[in-house]
Nanobody, 121 residues
Framework: QVQLVESGGGLVQAGGSLRLSCAAS????????MGWFRQAPGKEREFVAA????????YYTDSVKGRFTISRDNAKNAVYLQMGSLNPEDTAVYYC??????????????WGQGTQVTVSS
């Protein structure tokens, strides 16, 4: 069982940066691929980024490549999403996820409760 708690969301101006954090419970954290999804109002939840259990490999949706960086610290049971050059289209609730998400179909076993990111123009 893994419990995920996100933090770091907030309001930021276009062009700004934010760093999301996800704290995980459970001794098996380092065995899970971890990632981030987001859901904007009126839209389906979409994949943003994922990282392999060791941290050696990462994956991104095209719209965030070069702007977002996912990382993890297995000693701290944490995963991070550094977001830069934010634009209003990045506004969404961001969810941390754990499970088989490195490749499609991405179907996490565990979800966090979400953290709101709002980018003003």
């Amino acid at each position: 069982q893994v419990q995920l708690v996100e933090s770091g969301g907030g309001l930021v101006q276009a062009g700004g940066s934010l760093r999301l954090s996800c704290a995980a419970s459970g001794r098996t954290f380092s065995s899970y691929a971890m990632g981030w999804f987001r859901q904007a109002p009126g839209k389906e939840r979409e994949f943003v980024a994922a990282i392999s259990p060791s941290g050696a490999n990462s994956y991104y949706t095209d719209s965030v490549k070069g702007r977002f960086t996912i990382s993890r610290d297995n000693a701290k049971n944490a995963v991070y999403l550094q977001m830069g050059s934010l634009n209003p289209e990045d506004t969404a609730v961001y969810y941390c996820a754990a499970g088989p998400i490195l490749q499609k179909p991405r179907r996490p076993n565990y979800w966090g409760q979400g953290t709101q990111v709002t980018v003003s123009s």
